[in-house]
């Protein structure tokens, strides 16, 4: 999971990017980097940690141009600890291509070894965003042989990389000298929009809050499948680049990555919340009567729509029992399960006068690993909580994602291979709740008619590439992130942030 943008303009553009990824800073906090271009040159800053850290006034002034791109990485592959992985990545043939990708190929170990012995191309890291990046250049070496670069050329491209690459792909490229290519996998599992300012600078983005928080225009979705080509003078070119196009973008989006102000795909995140907590309220009605409940506490923060909605529908009080701690750092490396534990309480602190005495329905967006949960079901007790009920707004996570989601494997998964009853024991909650897949998909689905199906394979198995086998995901399973500093304590309170203002 990471956070794209790019943009042209007729002015500077370093700023612009920087302002950009920091609304994109909950989309990945692991590292960052910017490249601009100026008179066919492109200049770039990237490294490990946040925005603000990554980019002080020295680096800025070193990303001079109108044009450029950026993302904010959280890595699902390859090594969490090598600055060479942090994109921007460049490639100085044909004509020079810089590249963010968001999400994860899931054929990457083939593609790469098909440029080494076909296309007589080197990749140097582990990253399955290289490997793209080689393939879209190679792609546009064909098709520019004998021809000049312009937008059909670039439009078979990208044509050619759909037909090798499997798996999720939200790309920003930069063409030296021609202009920017955005492009999104077929079935649009990762999100990507497009918009526009006053003065006609054209920006693309991950999320819809990016585009609005910089003060332009969102003007639509990327198409799964679809390329846009906007050159250096702010023309915009589209096509459809694949043969079978279906959009089914990320259940998980809605559950929990995407900013609740953000729109994806015609969605509003805040409403599909507001949706899931409606669908919930009728599955805790089922299980725990609204008489034994005495308040409804969120676990922050992308709980808080559904759990509104639910307090509301049950007739119960909605609290705040829950401060979430923003400026802990990241928790090191350390053995045993006492480190996870602490790294709970540093991060949460529980309001004692809103759990005492009384039976409390804690409503939290998902369940992973169930380490973190497990936790504060005991933090509400110990403040004083007579009863302690747990409803997820999400379904159990049973099954690894493959799509570019840091899922642990199916071992690592509470709910894999286990009863709701087997894991309330686990947790410990008097009761345990949770969404149903199906509700949780007519709740998203119901407000865009045009959407025939999401990519929910965390939840129900289905992997919606229909290329996945438990082979391949063992495989996968091998090149998961090395090293990093939460490497011992993945609970879903590691995940970035995804409310952060």
């Keep these: 999971m990471c956070g794209i943008v790019g943009v042209v303009s007729n002015a500077p553009v370093n700023q612009l990017i920087y302002d950009a990824l920091l609304l994109l800073q909950h989309r990945g906090q692991d590292a960052a980097g910017i490249v601009t271009q ?116 670039v439009f078979a491209a990208v044509a050619g990389v759909h037909k090798r690459l ?21 079935f649009g599992i990762r999100p ?9 600078t054209v920006m693309v983005a991950s999320e819809s809050v990016t585009l609005e928080g910089t003060g332009h225009q969102v003007d639509r979705d990327v198409a799964p499948g679809e390329a846009v080509f906007v050159t250096l003078d702010g023309a915009v070119y589209t096509r459809q680049c694949a043969d079978k196009a279906q959009l089914s973008p990320c259940a998980f989006e809605f559950v929990y990555l995407a900013r609740p102000d953000s729109v994806l795909d015609g969605i509003s995140v805040y409403q599909a919340r507001l ?8 599955r805790v009605v ?22 509104m909605q639910l307090a509301q529908l049950i007739g119960k009080p909605y609290r705040e029992g829950f401060v979430k701690n923003r400026y802990v750092g990241r928790t090191f490396i350390m053995p045993g399960q006492s480190v996870r534990k602490k790294s709970v309480r540093q991060k949460l ?69 286990r009863t709701v009853e087997e894991i309330r024991e686990i947790i410990g909650a008097d009761a345990l709740i949770y969404q149903d897949v199906d509700a949780m998909k007519r709740a998203i689905g119901s407000l865009n008619a045009g959407i025939a199906g999401f990519e929910a394979s965390c939840f129900d198995g289905v992997y919606v590439t229909g290329d996945i086998t438990a082979s391949d995901i063992a495989r996968m ?12 304590d993945s609970s879903r309170l590691t995940l970035p942030n995804a409310t952060v203002a």
């Design 192 to 200: 990507l929009c497009v918009g526009r300012s006053a003065d006609g």
């Design 275 to 282: 949706n899931m907590g409606q669908t919930l309220a009728k």
């Design 286 to 307: 089922s299980t725990v009567p609204p008489a034994e409940i005495d308040v409804v506490i969120p676990i922050p923060e992308s709980s808080r729509p559904s759990a």
């Design 166 to 186: 499997r798996g999720s792909y939200a790309v920003v490229a930069h063409i030296a000298g021609r202009g920017m290519l955005a492009f999104r996998d077929p």
């Design 349 to 417: 602190n529980a309001i004692a006068s809103e759990f005492a005495g009384r039976n409390v329905l804690l409503v939290d967006d998902s369940i992973v690993r169930g380490t973190t949960s497990k936790e504060i079901v005991q933090m509400a007790r110990e403040a004083g909580a007579r009863k302690v009920y747990l409803a997820s707004a999400a379904p159990p996570v049973r099954y690894p994602n493959v799509y570019g989601i840091d899922m642990p494997t199916s071992e690592e998964l509470v709910a894999h291979d």
């Design 477 to 488: 399973n091998e090149h998961r992130v090395k090293g990093g500093e939460d490497e011992g």
């Design 38 to 153: 100026q008179d066919r040159k492109f200049y770039m800053h990237k490294a490990k940690g946040m925005v603000r850290d990554v980019f002080r006034t020295r680096n800025m002034r070193g990303l001079p141009g109108t044009s450029g791109l950026g993302q904010v990485r959280y890595p699902t592959a390859g090594n969490a600890d090598s600055e060479e992985e942090a994109q921007p990545f460049y490639v100085n043939a044909p004509f020079g291509l810089v590249l963010v990708h968001n999400g994860n190929l899931t054929n990457a170990r083939a593609l790469k070894a098909e440029l080494f012995t076909t296309d007589h191309r080197h990749i140097n890291t582990d990253s399955d965003s290289e490997v793209l990046l080689n393939v879209l250049a190679n792609e546009l070496e064909k098709a520019t042989r004998g021809a000049a670069l312009g937008p059909d050329e």
